[in-house]
């Protein structure tokens, strides 16, 4: 095991370490204060203590104060503590079908990863980009986009990684100096951001919110729905953002002929494509097709985990080696944030804070959607996109309910701006993993992040205008 | 009677044994534990010839007194040695072939020579006087059951390790990592290292993290036997550098390093005392006069009269310092830098009251909680 020794004064190394402690403490007691007081008029005790362990929860993913997937076991464990529900009912949340859908969609991702089939992907779809520097952006931002498709962002991210720093190196691009060694890694992350929103499969959080609408009994999304809603927007950021990325930062190489040989370097080590491999892009292939066709007859839950038994069935990966890799926490994390939407629906907390408190500040459906994704795409730059998921949902279908709105409408509005996180490296995975090359800094990135979210914001109230409609997803109800 | 000169004497002279002594009068290593006026501890050797000490310890009903030739006599206390050096390990080992217990801490003797014992003379410190060869091996677990007897026995609070003499880029950190993670394991005691400089500082990272709580660098790497370093001034800028980052790493106070006083002109000595205090580095005089009878004998040029102008030094600079003088507590053979407190007219300001409240029970628990606190806050997985 690594060690550092921190060697600042002992008053900040203990500020640092346990300002947490206080914090819980002055939490804890505002959780008793407030648990001794009355609700206020129009709101029932059960819901005044659904919206206390709402906004607990909402302090500790936004301050991440806890893990998220430990704020997510607080959220099961919080109602019954307070009266709320009894625990059975609190804990039942965790077995609806989106928490499942989303475990499946990891799981398939996982074996994904650790069969190498998505590095050999990655690795087929980089090859002709070597022909010239604009090429391989274009390439790079290709390949994580359609790898987000069908596989979670950070993940697409995490696997290519790795090639662009082969990539770089090979080109001899120095960190912190190289414009170029900088646009491949925003291109890589950028284009795992643009292809997350594309399906429901590029990130859980789109299950989540799906998930939220379910349980709050308000309908669902079909596979084949989200990705056609989504697709022209992601077309037109895709562009825009090959276009930002060669425009803003000066291609300082002339050639990138040496990229190629790498590449081919990798793809030989890959070796031949093994049977397991087909039958995993079968399965994937074959899952998608169900999702888009099937999703709605036998429930997408239900998909997921059959191509994972098959998946188990076949021994396309041994269970032993996936769950070393699986994001578990994820998963924890979602059964809670589901668990607390619910309660304030059931409760009318939610309904009561969005009457009190947003209600008279909008005016119109239109004004709550634009209003909804700008705050979303402007939190999610310093929040976990599913924090701001489980956070917007529920409140927004509240207001949605006032307004006379399709719920719907919300989760695709916040759903997909949650996920469209350019500039800060806690704001998604993908963009963390593309700082830690060391190539980017944040002052390098900030304007062009900035001009992407505004520009993606723009194209997602363009599509609610003048695609959604077309789909049958109106704005004004 | 100055006792902290008294002390200086008795470490130079030894004692000469006179009427009704209880037998055994001395601890396997030789060393008769006497417990002076004032609470001051020493370890005194036997003087086997008799004739050269002017001190003759004897026994008066229950009272023990030492007789000053041309002088009063001193009541002391004397320490009977440890019933536990008798006492065996589960595998067999003699405790009193694995460690030496020198006031409130224990020096594990060394597998491998020391570098003091190297030169062929006894090692009062490390108890490794002998042929270190016809030791017997021991394993870490061994050590922890010979410190869990002595603890039955008497408080300790430091368990001390030497390195020995190791030219490996880490300084001897890894040849000790096993012994300090099952000491680590089993008991609440403080650790130290005697160690060599290391190449880099990521050694002295390690060094802290793996559980030790103090590291002696020694300045004076005396033996007669060896030819003047040809790297002498490269490894003396090496050691400095590396005491000085240590003193980043390790509490203040807890970065030792021992001088030997009377091998060098005394001002030399001097000199290196400022040099280490300025560097926030505690320098430990060790005062180990060769015996009588050995050829260094001759070449020792600090008589007990010479030195307490360089104890009262070290006294003084460190209580105008902030630097912690409470690693060394009772050591009893050598004179502590608290104990140089009889040699000069400064107050001890609040060290005194401080090191007499460590040796309460509270203060045990505080002083290792806080060296516990300190690592888990200051050490962080990279």
Redesign the interface.
Known sequence: MQYKIDTRPLPIVILARWWRFPVFVLLGYTLYFCFGQQPPEGLSLEGYRALIVFLTCLVLWVTHLLPLPVTGLFALVAPPLLGVMKAREAFSFFGSEPVFFIMGVFILATALLKSGLSTRMALHLLKSGSKSPKRLILQVMLTAALLSFVMSEHAVAAMMFPLIVIITKKLRLSPQQSSYGRTLFVAMAWGCVIGGIATMLGGARVPLAVGLLQEAGNGTIAFSEWTLSMMPAVIVLFGFCYFLLTRFYPIDVDTVSEADAAIDEQIRDCGRLLMEEKFLALLIVAAIACWIFLGAQLGMATIAILAVVLLFMFRVVEWKALQELMEWGVILMYGGAIAISSILNSTGAGLWVTQKYIIPHLSSPWMVIIVLSLLTILLTEAMSNSAVVAIFVPIGMSIAKQFGMDPRVVVFAVASASGLAYALPMSTPSVAIAYSSGYLKLKEVVVPAAIMAAVSWLALMLSARFWWPLLGIHVGG | MNIALLKLQLLYSGIRAGQNLPNPLTNPFGLVHLVLPEGVTVSVHRNENGTDSPFTLRKDGAQFFLDIAGSESVPVQWTPPLHSYQQKTSSGVLVSDILTVHGDFIAVHPTHACRFGQSGLSCRYCGSSRDVSQHPPFTPRDLVEAIQIVEQEKRCDLVSLSSGRVDTPDGGVERLEKWVTEIRKHLNVLIALDLVPPETNDWI??T??MGVDALYYDSDFFNPNDEPRKDFEKHKVRQLEALAYAR??FPTGAVLSHLVIGLEPLEETRASIDLLIDRGVVPVLAYFPPYDGSNLRSRWTATPEQAREIYAHLYERLVRTRINPHWVQQYDVVLTALEGRFFSNESPRYHLKLKNFYETSYGRAVRFSLARL?RH??????
């Open positions: 990272d390690k802290y993290a980043r790493i300190r806050l200051r050490v962080v997985p990279a």
